[in-house]
């Protein structure tokens, strides 16, 4: 092994659960749940099974992404939305709009719900290793099953709040954080809301945008850009010798002036100091194998890292 792939590595045998204080939950009830989200996001709500999860997100009329989240139909009439917690209010507000007739409720059930995450060894030996298959345990937390990170297992957690996660091993924020970033599927927060096209962020391969269910809030956007060749950046990974922020530009060596991408999520390694990976949306003219510099020509130097998963060409 190479001392630069050691860079991008975890530790063998990482594993445990980690709980996350910044994620909440979006609930969403009533005997129209499933219909009203399945009109809203860009999966398909409807034909998900109780106890089913997938990746999803909404998106504005202009196809840009305002959160994603994992949707849980807990059951036939109550879904849940786990996403980064800052996100809750703002997208209740806004989807609260769109309820119309509906009999439909929506609360911020962050209290009511704790959110982990868990890798390796702690995971159940009942989670199928497909990305978005899901199961419950006997103590009536529900899993599902992340992109790993670094050739690291994952997944995302809920439990009725107050209850105790599992104590031990080596897992911890920082090392959860990486990973996550590591999967290159990063969730929308506040710097970069409305930043994105789902395909901007690679959602249509990692499974986050279905295309065959119909309309939804920039549906024909979305559509346009994956079938008319109208792509023109992609969610990308690197590895970056210095620090970086979510929102801050990319620019490649042969211009100054604009910016070449966006950074979706950050984190430093948390063995390697000074040492941070990134996901960001780039322009693909300017994937030519450089690399691009964070924040100006002056900043910390960015070097393009392979995608742990393939993008898909068969839609």
Known sequence: MTEAHNLDCAPAGLAG???????????????????????????????????????????????????SAVVWRLAPDVCLLAMPRSRIAPVLRRLA??????????????????????????????????????????????WV?????????????????????????????AWWRWLQVMSAVPWVTEPVVEAFVPQMLNYESVGGVHFQKGCYPGQEVVARTQFRGALKRRGTLWRVQGPVA???????????????GLVADAAAHPAQPGLWHAVASVQIAALDGQALRVGGLEG??????????ALRDDL
């Open 97 to 142: 709009m769109f309820v119309l007739r509906a009999k439909v409720q929506l609360d911020d059930a962050s209290e009511a719900w704790s959110v982990a995450g868990a890798v390796g060894a702690a995971l159940p030996a009942t989670l199928a290793p497909e990305p978005w298959s899901s199961c419950d345990d006997a103590t009536g937390r529900c």
């Open 17 to 67: 659960v980690v709980p996350l204080p910044d994620w909440g939950v979006l609930r969403v009830q009533g005997a129209d749940a499933a219909s009203f989200l399945h009109a809203q996001l860009t999966q398909d709500i409807l034909h998900l099974p109780p106890g089913g999860a997938r990746l999803a997100a909404w998106c504005s009329p202009k196809g840009r992404m305002l959160m």
């Open 300 to 309: 910390p130097c960015a070097f393009p890292l392979p995608l742990p998963y």
């Open 145 to 173: 099953r992340l992109w790993s990170g670094a050739g690291v297992a994952r997944a995302l957690v809920l439990q009725p709040a107050h209850g105790q996660w599992p104590q031990g091993g080596s897992l911890t924020d």
């Open 246 to 260: 979510v929102g801050q530009e990319l620019f490649h060596p042969s211009d100054a002036q604009q910016p070449a």
